[in-house]
C-alpha cells in the first residue's frame, strides 16, 4: 500500500493546502487503439536498442467535467524549504485514482496541482486567479506518494531573478552531455532528445559540445565539425559548430539576463591538434568580449549576463596561454581524473564526477549512487544573498556532475537506456532526499546541485529533471 501523502516545499513561499479531491480512474475507450500499436511498435524497436522511448509513463489529463468522488477542506501549513507528512491517501478504492490538491498562497492566490502530472504537459500548477503574482511547478512521485513543490515556471529567464552577485559555482544548473547530438545517428552516438535550442528554452544553462579540427588546418576558416568521439553526430551529414555558436547568441539576445557555461573538447579523427583549435576559436569566435566570458576564472552571474562562459577542455597554442596576464584563456578544465567519481582540476575551478564505464547492470547503480554524493557535495555551498561574505577569499568551484554513461558493446548501456534508470533516480534523490541529514534535519548550504549534465531530458515532453534542478535555486533568490 502507498505511504500518505508528504510534501516538500523548495519555493521561498510560504503555503497552505486547503483542499484534497479524489478523483475516478481514466476511462479508457473502447475498440481499436492505434496509439497501443505505436506503443507495441516502440516497445519492439526500443528493446532492440534502434529507438528510445522510455520515459516517465504517460498520464492522461482528468477530463474538464469530472466531478471528485470524495473531498474535504484541510488548512495544513506548508512553510518555505520545509517537508510536511500528512493523512492523505494517495488512493482510496482503486490504484490508478488521480488526485487534485489545491494550494493557497500567503496572498490569497490559489493554484492546483493534478496528480500524477501528465507527461506531454508542463507541470506547472493551475492558477486559479488572472495574473497571478507567483506561479510554481511540481513533480508527484507516485511510488512514494510524495509532491514537490518548485518556483520553476519561468525556465526561459530563471536567472533573471537571481542576485548579480552570486558566482556560478553556487547555480543549480540544469545541462547536457554532447548537447547538439539531437539529429539521427547510431544509438551509441545519439545522446540527447530535442535540440539544444529547445534545451535552452527549458532552463538548460550548461552545454557540453565536442568539436573537429577539419584537414587541411585552416586557421583562415571558422569552419568546425560537431562529433562525439570520433563520430559524426548526423547520419544526413555534418553539422557545423557556426549554426549552434548562431543558435546561442540569438538566444542570449533575446534573454539578456541569462548566461550559457559552454564545454569545449576537440574530439574526431585526423591530426588536428587543440593548438589549432584554440587559434581558430581566437580567430573567429572569441573576438567580442560583450558575447564571452573568458577570463581564467568562475565570474559572478552579474558579470556574465548576457555572455557565453568558456570551460575549456583543450590546450592552448604558447600565444594564447598569455591571454589575461599570463593566466590562459577561459575556465581551465582542461585535465582532471579519467572517469571519476570526485576529482578537483588543477586550476581549482571545477569539481568533476564522470565516471562514465559503466560495463555491466551493477555499474549503473554506482554511478547513480556518485551522483548523489557529488549533489550533496555541491548543496553545502554557503553563499546565500542574506550572507554573500561567507565565500570571501575562497573560491566557489563549479561542481560539475556527470550522469552520462556507456559502453558502446552493450545495447543496454548505450546513452539512453543508461538516462532511462539514471535520471528517474537522480530526480527522485532532488525532490525527496536532497541536503536531507539523518531524521529528516535540513543541512546547512543553499542546496545547489551545481551543474547536472544530463543525457536524453525532454524526451515525450519530460522535464521534471531540468525544473528539480532549476527549482534548487530558490535559496538564492533576493527577498
Known amino acids: 500500500m502507498a505511504p500518505n501523502v508528504t510534501i516538500r516545499n523548495f519555493s521561498n513561499n510560504p503555503l497552505t493546502l486547503v483542499q484534497v479531491e479524489h478523483f475516478d480512474p481514466h476511462k479508457e475507450e473502447g475498440g481499436f487503439q492505434m ?62 485514482e488521480r488526485l487534485r490538491l489545491t494550494f493557497q498562497t500567503d496572498l490569497g492566490g490559489k493554484h492546483q496541482l493534478y496528480c500524477p502530472v501528465p507527461t506531454q504537459h508542463t507541470a506547472s500548477l493551475v492558477a486559479l486567479a488572472e495574473n497571478p503574482k507567483y506561479r510554481f511547478t511540481g513533480i508527484y512521485l507516485p511510488e512514494h506518494s510524495f509532491v514537490s513543490l518548485f518556483n520553476t515556471s519561468n525556465l526561459e529567464e530563471w536567472q533573471r531573478e537571481l542576485p548579480d552577485n552570486t558566482p556560478l559555482g553556487a547555480l543549480s544548473i540544469p545541462g547536457s552531455h554532447n548537447s547538439p547530438t539531437h539529429h539521427q545517428a547510431p544509438p551509441s552516438v545519439r545522446c540527447q532528445a530535442v535540440s539544444p535550442k529547445e534545451q535552452l528554452k527549458n532552463g538548460f544553462r550548461f552545454f557540453d559540445v565536442r568539436v573537429q579540427v577539419p584537414e587541411p588546418f585552416n586557421p583562415g576558416s571558422d569552419h568546425l565539425n560537431l562529433v562525439h568521439s570520433a563520430f559524426p553526430i548526423s547520419l544526413t ?53 560583450r558575447q564571452w566570458f573568458t577570463e581564467p576564472r568562475v565570474p559572478t552571474l552579474g ?21 589575461w596576464n599570463g593566466r590562459g584563456l577561459g575556465i581551465d578544465a582542461q585535465n582532471w581524473a579519467d572517469n571519476t567519481p570526485n576529482a578537483t582540476c588543477p586550476s581549482g575551478d571545477v569539481v568533476v564526477q564522470d565516471f ?90 543553499n542546496w545547489s546541485t ?14 521534471d529533471l531540468a525544473r528539480a534542478v532549476v527549482g534548487m535555486n530558490a535559496k538564492l533568490v533576493r527577498k
Open 35 to 96: 496509439s497501443n500499436v505505436t506503443m507495441a511498435l516502440g516497445n519492439v524497436t526500443n528493446s532492440l536498442g534502434l529507438t528510445n522511448s522510455t520515459t516517465r509513463k504517460d498520464v492522461p489529463e482528468i477530463d474538464a467535467n469530472a466531478r471528485p468522488f470524495e473531498s474535504r477542506n484541510l488548512d495544513i501549513k506548508i512553510p518555505p524549504f520545509s517537508i510536511v507528512n500528512t493523512d492523505i491517501r494517495p488512493t482510496i478504492n482503486k490504484s490508478d
Open 450 to 463: 551545481g551543474i547536472v549534465v544530463t543525457d536524453w531530458v525532454g524526451l515525450g515532453g519530460d522535464w
Open 356 to 445: 562514465y564505464e559503466v560495463l555491466e547492470r551493477p555499474s549503473i547503480d554506482k554511478k547513480i549512487l556518485y551522483a548523489r554524493e557529488h549533489l550533496e557535495r555541491s548543496g553545502c555551498c554557503a553563499f546565500t544573498p542574506e550572507n554573500p561574505g561567507a565565500t570571501d577569499g575562497k573560491k566557489v568551484p563549479l561542481h560539475v556532475n556527470f550522469l552520462s554513461a556507456s559502453n558502446f558493446w552493450k545495447v543496454n548501456t548505450w546513452p539512453e537506456k543508461i538516462a532511462a534508470e539514471v535520471n528517474p533516480a537522480i530526480t527522485e534523490h532532488l525532490c525527496r532526499s536532497h541536503q536531507l541529514g539523518d531524521g529528516g534535519r535540513v543541512k546547512d548550504g
Open 237 to 289: 551529414g555534418n553539422k557545423h559548430f557556426r549554426d549552434l555558436y548562431n543558435d546561442i547568441l540569438q538566444f542570449l539576445r533575446d534573454h539578456p539576463s541569462e548566461t550559457l557555461i559552454l564545454s569545449l573538447k576537440r574530439e574526431g579523427t585526423g591530426k588536428g591538434t587543440d593548438e589549432q583549435f584554440s587559434r581558430i576559436l581566437k580567430n573567429h569566435y572569441l573576438k567580442d568580449d
Open 303 to 323: 558579470e556574465a549576463r548576457g555572455k557565453i562562459v568558456l570551460l575549456r577542455r583543450f590546450g592552448l597554442e604558447e600565444e594564447l596561454r598569455r591571454e
